[in-house]
């Protein structure tokens, strides 16, 4: 019994070992989801609660673990990403009269 489990084990061990390519894309997911968070509304109030939400409800983490085992290693192996980059992310700056 103990050798089955061992040889389970070592199957598994070998199938996560081929099939996550353990390289680092661009996490083009995570980088939409960010850049949609930025632009919610024109209140970085507002944003930060939704960015707090996301995170609570790991929405934030759930995307970055896609573009990890996911949509990086499909990059990495077709050379084609299914998500498309998003635009730069620019954070909001106080409009003036605003307090920092």
Not at 17 to 33: F, Q, V
Not at 58 to 72: E, H, K, S, T
Request: with cysteine; glycine share 8%.
């Amino acid at each position: 019994m103990t050798k089955l489990f061992c040889r389970a084990g070592a199957a598994v061990a070998l199938a996560a070992c081929l099939s996550t390519t353990s390289c680092i894309g661009p996490n083009n997911a995570y980088n939409s989801l960010l850049t949609w968070n930025s632009k919610l509304s024109e209140s970085k109030w507002l944003n930060e609660l939704a960015f707090l939400g996301l995170n609570i409800i790991p929405v934030y983490g759930l995307f970055l673990f896609g573009d990890y085992i996911i949509f990086n290693s499909v990059e990495f192996w077709t050379g084609d990403n299914w998500i498309h980059k998003p635009e730069a992310f620019k954070p909001q700056h106080p409009k003036s009269g605003e307090s920092k």
